[in-house]
């Protein structure tokens, strides 16, 4: 590593009320659980940090649970977990079919669902998911638990509402009804960052949420707005058009994430019309 291991100090934490204290006294720390970003970054030499929470032993921040009508993800959740879940599998199978397209085996068994939305990443997998679901965001600190909305959560590019004394304690997300649907545009449906991903809900108050298009993953509430009231998919698409911001980088082109934001919209109508309920993620 680029980083020298010896000058780098992780505490450990035997439970949760240990962690937020731990985080009130002797802050600043950063958390961290799968380390799937933190140690690339420790590897670049891109993370400054020289402190760290260890939260991987918590058990109160794992477990899938249905509780008051409501799917809830503990924090520490990994993306094997949610595609091995019979609950997500009802409830969110757009979930777990976003899990299935994080990195490779040993990334889907560490990386954690908390950890996707810390990250804050524009490209995150899981967070359009997350957007259309209208998921609440669960935060804990020493003085008590908060909840967010995930349209609250990501206040720009890899910029949240988490204070320095809180923690991503659960995902809760309520009744989700009508024809769900995800699409992850890569390199590789797998081990390669999207170029651009979709998740949609097709209901009378339709749902669409794209990443890698603008600093953080956004509702295109425009689009939502014209396709409820009834526009075809080529409005829709001029629509969508101007609510995007896509930007040039190593991994695609502006004018390439435009055209293919348009093509998922146009994909995603005509697969959840009437007579064609989409296929099982």
Avoid at 67 to 84: F, K, Q, S, V
Avoid at 250 to 258: C, G, H, I
Wanted: aromatic fraction near 4%; charged fraction near 25%; include cysteine.
């Amino acid at each position: 590593m680029r980083t020298a291991i010896s000058k780098l100090e992780l505490l450990e934490p035997r439970s949760l009320a240990e962690a937020l204290a731990m985080l009130r006294d002797e802050g600043p720390l950063v958390p961290l659980a799968g380390c799937t970003d933190v140690y690339v970054g420790l590897n670049f030499g891109t993370v400054s940090a020289r402190r760290f929470l260890n939260l991987w032993g918590l058990e109160e921040l794992r477990g899938i649970e249905e509780r008051d009508g409501r799917l809830r993800l503990g924090a520490l959740t990994t993306y094997a977990e949610m595609i091995r879940s019979d609950a997500v599998g009802r409830r969110l199978p757009i979930l777990a079919a976003a899990a299935r397209e994080v990195g490779g085996v040993q990334i889907r068994n560490r990386g954690t669902l908390g950890g996707n939305l810390a990250n804050a990443s524009p490209a995150g997998d899981t967070l359009p998911v997350l957007a259309v679901a209208e998921a609440e965001i669960v935060l804990a600190s020493a003085a008590g638990e908060r909840r967010v909305s995930f349209g609250s959560f990501s206040t720009g590019y890899r910029q949240t509402a988490l204070r320095p004394d809180e923690l991503i304690v659960a995902v809760e997300v309520p009744p989700l009804h009508g024809q769900l649907w995800f699409r992850k545009v890569g390199t590789r449906l797998a081990q390669a960052i999207s170029k651009v991903v979709m998740a949609a809900v097709r209901a009378p108050r339709p749902r669409v949420a794209l990443g890698s298009v603008a600093p953080t993953v956004i509702r295109l509430e425009r689009t939502e707005a014209a396709l409820a009231a009834g526009a075809g998919p080529d409005e829709a698409v001029r629509v969508l058009a101007a609510e995007i911001r896509p930007i040039d980088d190593l991994r695609s082109t502006a004018a390439y994430r435009r055209r293919v934001a348009g093509n998922l919209l146009r994909r995603f109508w005509a697969e959840t019309g009437p007579l064609n309920p989409p296929p099982r993620p």
